[in-house]
């Protein structure tokens, strides 16, 4: 991730270049790598994918980046769906004969997936982002489609900070359109908002949903 591989990389023929330094089993640096991957970002793209290193979800604190403490459940998750709207490779570090079925249902999700693997490659639009509080993604997607990522990295709910304003992602303020919202880890279809979405993101967890854009009036 040094020299700002980045901005040349694409250039060499690769097809996939490290921006990071080395992950650990942690919170504080999943954290740490999230937040400074936001400026380069919009360098990746189809042919040259930026690797935010391996996917810490199931390692638990086992092995050399564990340190025997490992990351919460709630953690596991946020990291995998941060890894997926970023549209980084999602190479499995932890045994996998050891995942819980939390995690391993959790690694095989396939919503989140096909949102890490959009063919049409788009880098998220940060709505919003805070040094150790969180972020709000946008992500727009192959058919017509969106996504919304909230993330929360503080120790407490924060229901102001989560608060999205539609406009901000490009609707018109008039109602005229709205999103159809659908939560990606239940599958319920929440229903169609015009102006504003705020949902509810526990924390150090995330809420995760794919849109779609519909006529209101």
């Known amino acids: ?26 919170f504080v640096s999943m954290k740490d790598i999230a937040e400074g991957q936001l400026e380069k970002l919009p360098y990746a793209g189809p042919g040259c994918f930026n690797d935010v290193d391996m996917l810490i979800a199931g390692l638990y604190g086992k092995g ?11 953690e596991y998750r946020m990291h995998f769906a941060l890894w997926c709207f970023y549209g980084a490779p999602l190479m499995i570090g932890a045994d996998v004969r050891c995942l819980t079925p939390d995690t391993k249902a959790l690694l095989l999700n396939k919503d989140l997936i096909a949102i890490d693997q959009d063919a049409e490659c788009r ?7 805070q040094k150790d509080v969180g972020m709000q993604l946008f992500r727009h997607l192959e058919n017509g489609e969106y996504a919304f990522g909230f993330f929360n990295f503080m120790d407490k709910a ?4 989560f608060r999205c304003n539609l406009y901000d992602v490009g609707l018109p303020d008039d109602g005229t359109y709205g999103f ?8 319920e279809t929440l229903g169609c908002f015009s102006e504003s979405f705020q949902p509810a993101v526990a924390p150090h967890d995330c809420r995760v949903f ?8």
């Open 180 to 187: 159809e919202i659908t939560d990606v880890f239940t599958g």
């Open 123 to 129: 880098p998220p639009f940060v709505i919003k982002s």
């Open 210 to 217: 794919r849109a779609k854009l519909v006529k209101m009036k």
């Open 1 to 26: 991730g040094a020299e700002d591989v980045e901005q040349w990389i694409r250039s060499t023929g690769a097809h996939l270049y490290r921006s990071t330094g080395d992950i650990t089993d942690t």
């Open 158 to 161: 924060s229901p102001y900070f």
């Open 64 to 74: 050399n980046i564990g340190f025997g403490h490992g990351c919460t459940e709630s």
